[in-house]
């Protein structure tokens, strides 16, 4: 990506209300991991620079941490989570500190109670706060400014149970007799039983059957042409639901596909078929 295409895009977010910043200044991140939790050495050999938006700095001198444990995750820090760390002296109950107790690191809140003793405070009851008077050496290294957390993913069969779902919201203007009709009219095109998987998917896509429902599929089939020479079964509909024969039609790819080649090019020459039949009024 180019410098244009970058300030098109940052463009296009703003008008949208959006806030884009450029990661364009580089942190430090060490190498251990700070416990939410038992306290655990931080070490001090940096692992890596990060690079952030500007914005995000203070004045300060900054580094990160990797967050372990989860006995801040009533603060919404979980395991995992990149800390940015401002060493500074000024501390306030309330704030997310790193604190160093005898050999130890941890990330706790800082808290004075009423007769002006220090803690060091977890949000998850699970875990029992810490007196600073208990220990013999103490050191609030810093406040954690930012809390950064990596974009989980989400595999592809929990996204298409809610596409499927609102598919059958939504009014498709496919009666039973059109399906009934497509399937016989595509029914000599198919001259190997594991291909009707192509009129399956299709179905599938259209909303017509639940993905995965290879049973309703086999039964639907031989509901209308029982006389067919090759008829589907359950278990050949599901090993070839696999790949990029596990989504649409229009997401398969020959290179990541069960079969290649001409049998490739049969299934989905049969699955085209399958979408103008539907499509007919």
């Known amino acids: 990506m180019d410098e244009k295409e970058l300030k098109e895009i940052f463009e296009a977010l703003e008008q949208q209300g959006w806030e884009p910043m450029l990661c364009d200044t580089p942190v430090p991140l060490y190498d251990n991991e700070v416990a939410c939790g038992v306290p655990n050495g931080v070490g001090d050999v940096m692992k890596e620079t990060i690079m952030i938006p500007r914005e995000f700095l203070s004045m300060q001198s900054e580094f990160y941490v990797k967050a372990k444990g989860d006995s801040m995750k009533g603060a919404d820090i979980l395991n995992g989570d990149l800390l940015q760390v401002v060493t500074t002296g000024d501390v306030s109950d309330g704030d997310i500190v790193l604190a160093y107790l005898d050999d130890d690191f941890t990330v706790k809140t800082y808290c004075e109670d009423e007769e002006g003793h220090p803690w060091l405070v977890p949000q998850n009851d699970a875990y029992e706060p810490f007196r600073l008077e ?15 957390r990596r974009a989980p993913r989400v595999n592809y069969r929990t996204c298409m149970k809610i596409i499927n779902k609102a598919r059958k919201q939504q009014p498709k203007g496919i009666s ?6 497509a399937i016989r009219e595509v029914a000599p095109m198919v001259e190997v039983g594991r291909r009707w998987y192509a009129v399956c998917r299709v179905l599938e896509d259209e909303g017509v059957l639940s993905d995965g429902d290879f049973e309703g599929f086999c039964q639907l089939v031989r509901a209308e042409v029982p006389e067919h020479k090759s008829l589907p079964t359950r278990v050949e509909m599901q090993r070839l639901a696999v790949q990029s024969f596990k989504k649409p039609v229009a997401m398969w790819n020959e290179l990541n596909a069960p079969v290649q080649g001409k049998r490739y090019k049969d299934y989905v020459k049969i699955a085209q078929q399958m979408q103008d039949l539907l499509g007919k009024a």
């Open 134 to 148: 208990d220990y013999d050496h103490v050191w609030i290294a810093g406040v954690v400014n930012q809390v950064t």
């Open 176 to 181: 039973p007799e059109q399906v009934a009709r």
